[in-house]
């Protein structure tokens, strides 16, 4: 194994591991509140994440909207910078569901930030 090959090999290990601890610490439970984009009313948001994957909810007891107060799929994907991109897979779900994907830094051990792509602002706090 040549220099460059040894050196590329440690860089990626060194990645991995620090997305791994990055992700390992997001487990448990987040609670959060953010806007309806339709309606304007606050949306509770709740997030869990383990080691299987994790969900997305919206939480409304105002509203009987199909796609409130239900699980969705949430993929999460280390960035640098303290920074995680979330995906939510709403359609897999019930069809009609948004899917959407969320860019959010963690400020502090409890605390995620974010905003929506129309930009509406959202904080999550582990519990």
């Known amino acids: 194994m040549n220099l460059l090959t040894k050196t590329a090999s440690m860089l990626l290990l060194v990645i991995s591991l620090a997305q791994a601890q990055t992700t390992d610490t997001l487990y448990g439970g987040w609670i959060g509140t953010t806007k309806s984009p339709s309606t304007a009313n606050e949306l509770q948001i709740q997030v869990k994440i383990s080691e299987a994957g994790g969900t997305w909810r919206y939480v409304s007891a105002a509203s009987k909207a199909t796609c409130l107060n239900r699980e969705f799929p949430l993929s999460i994907m280390p960035m640098p910078n303290a920074k995680m991109m979330f995906r939510v897979d709403g359609p897999s779900v019930i069809n009609g569901c948004p899917s959407f994907v969320l860019t959010l830094e963690r400020t ?10 129309d930009g509406r602002h ?3 706090k582990k519990q």
């Open 108 to 117: 502090d051990e409890l605390t995620l930030t974010g905003t929506f792509k």
């Open 122 to 124: 959202v904080v999550l």
